[in-house]
């Protein structure tokens, strides 16, 4: 059985600063995972969620077209990952499709894969306007996190982060009623997100869970309630690995309760040369750093051969 959490909600743009920014502190030390309201992009997210459903609704040959290629972009069909390498699930039920950032010297329009305009005419500018507006947000939060960490606004700015963003927006449609041969399977099994902090926003169905501890036997898994107009933001592995565990990755997953459930996350993660080491205010003498240096690109590149094979 699950409980039912109630996660710190922060107002991205309060008037008391510094009181969003502790609750963030409090959030990313306990859970990992936090809301923030106040965003102001209620009528882009509307829009996303209107396209992502006319995508999903296409036949399986042509959503197969734009099939994920290898920088990553594009459809995901159902059964094509499974998050938890150590499950024997047949695979997630979710089918999902990948835009990323513009790929060095191009724009995004070129770097990315598009339903046609004759099937879907608004898709694209509506994608692209959705990515943008969220980059934004993403980036002023990663400040907010930034002071949470005792550390200057710009920190992610000076060390490279964000030169360029690496802004991954995923839609995740997860299917209604289940077949029979589905009941063990999830709509997305227990992972953690590689990057710095995602960014996600559902359509009310409930599913989404987290494991605040994952070494517990049996493992506790908590429904993370549906917050109107609100983002659930979660902490990646790489943000993990910059504060050395302080800030928490949290495992999490989505159950198929046999209800059709719409998603969009936004994943913001390292530019690919930028090293993620441990900083220095999160280690000590008693407590050395627990990961090696790496580089961003490095360890996306390496998460995600592990998700794709099978
Ligand atoms: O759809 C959701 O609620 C969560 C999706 C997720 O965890 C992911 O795509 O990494
Ligand atoms: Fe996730």
Redesign the pocket.
């Known amino acids: 059985m699950a409980g039912s959490l109630q996660l710190p909600l922060v107002d991205l743009f309060s008037a008391d600063r510094a009181a969003a920014v502790q609750s963030i502190r409090e959030a990313c030390l306990e859970y990992g995972f936090f809301y923030i309201k106040n965003h102001g992009i209620d009528r882009e997210i509307h829009l996303v969620f209107r396209e992502s459903e006319k995508f999903f609704s296409l036949p399986f040959d042509e959503k197969m077209k734009l099939q994920r290629n290898d920088d990553h972009r594009g459809y995901t069909p159902p059964y094509a990952e499974n ?1 938890d390498p150590s499950s024997k699930s047949k695979g997630d039920l ?1 089918e ?1 499709f990948y835009i990323g950032p513009a790929k060095s010297c191009k724009s995004i329009l070129e770097s990315n894969q598009w339903p046609s305009e004759a099937s879907l005419p608004l898709w694209r500018s509506t994608m692209v306007s959705y990515h943008e507006k969220v980059l934004t947000i993403g980036k002023h939060l990663l400040s907010l996190i930034a002071l949470s960490l005792k550390l200057d606004e710009q920190f992610f700015e000076t060390i490279g982060a964000l030169d360029p963003p690496m802004g991954f927006v ?1 839609l ?1 449609h ?1 299917p209604g009623e289940l077949k029979v041969e589905d009941y063990d399977n999830y ?2 099994s227990a ?1 953690s ?1 590689y990057g710095m902090i ?1 960014l ?1 926003v ?1 359509d009310g169905v409930p ?2 869970q987290i494991c605040r501890d994952k070494d517990r036997r049996p493992q506790l898994w908590e429904d993370v309630p549906h917050i109107e107009g609100a983002f ?1 933001v979660n902490i990646g592995d790489m943000l993990e690995r910059w504060t050395n565990c302080l800030f928490r990755s949290t495992l ?3 159950v198929a309760i046999g209800k059709e ?1 719409y ?1 969009v ?1 936004f ?1 913001l993660d390292p530019s690919s040369d930028c090293l993620v080491e441990c900083l220095e205010s999160c280690c000590s003498e008693t407590s050395p750093p627990r990961f090696p240096p790496i580089r961003g690109g490095d360890y996306l590149k390496e998460r995600l051969e592990l998700t794709y094979s099978k």
């Open positions: 998050l979710k999902s995923r995740l997860y709509g997305a992972h997100d995602t996600l559902t599913g989404l659930i999490h997953r989505v459930r998603s996350a994943f």
